[in-house]
């Protein structure tokens, strides 16, 4: 069956530190995955899109890697602040669909 | 600024009562999408739209439905409310391919059913 995994237990950092999440998936063939933000209460946000011919993908302090062969996406936060804390989401699409197919979120908690 | 705007931030319905939840977008996308969001169980997919007139199902459609009657709007409809779709529920929309193919959701509205 499809799964897309990300660590369900939150991750706890010191302010300055590099934050790295990650997301797996089995069963997909993405086309593209995609990571959001979302704060409690709110919907989620779009943070950055890498598609399966790029490796790497940079936007400020964001910045994602996509191995399609380990079928791994590493999200990085660095110089993280106590504002960066919220839930990051990973999503796919497969290719050939429209629709995203969301993993259920790694909660990041950023200590001043 | 773009948006997607859901009618309700909160909603209380009795049980056996028909909701209608309403989601407007002002991007002309032509993708709209309705998910339930509950704790441990992330975003599920309940339907999409990929045009005018146009539904798709998705993972959990059970007790709803949808209704695309213009390209800016898409509803959701419980048609006889439960306590087990008490939930977040979240409108988003969407690009078809190119570039920027990211999805943009509104605010959610939390639904209780009791």
């Known amino acids: 069956s499809q799964k897309i995994e990300q660590n369900s237990e939150a991750l706890n950092i010191q302010e300055g530190k590099t934050a790295t999440l990650t997301c797996n998936y089995t069963n997909y063939s993405p086309a593209y995955l995609q990571w959001y933000r979302q704060d409690p209460g709110r919907g989620p946000v779009f943070l950055l899109l890498i598609r399966e011919n790029e490796k790497e993908k940079r936007k400020e302090r964001l910045k994602v890697t996509f191995d399609t062969t380990l079928k791994q996406s590493l999200f990085h936060i660095t110089a993280s602040q106590p504002a960066d804390s919220a839930t990051y989401l990973c999503?796919?699409?497969?290719?050939?669909?429209?629709?995203?197919?969301f993993g259920k979120g790694t909660m990041l908690l950023v200590s001043p | 600024d773009v948006k997607v705007t859901q009618s309700s931030r909160y909603l209380v319905k009795r049980t056996g009562e028909k909701v209608f939840l309403e989601c407007v977008q002002d991007m002309d996308h032509e993708n709209m999408f309705w998910y339930r969001q509950d704790p441990g169980l992330g975003l599920r997919l309940i339907y999409f739209?990929?045009?005018?007139?146009?539904?798709e199902k998705g993972d959990i459609p059970e007790g709803y439905s949808v209704s695309r009657e213009k390209k800016e709007r898409f509803s959701l409809i419980l048609e006889s409310a439960s306590t087990n779709q008490t939930s977040m529920y979240l409108c988003?929309?969407?690009?078809?391919?190119?570039?920027?193919?990211?999805?943009?959701f509104g605010q959610g509205t939390r639904l209780t059913v009791v």
């Open positions: 999503a796919l699409r497969n290719s050939g669909y429209s629709t995203l197919t």
């Open positions: 739209s990929y045009d005018v007139k146009m539904k």
């Open positions: 988003a929309s969407s690009r078809t391919g190119g570039l920027n193919t990211e999805a943009f």
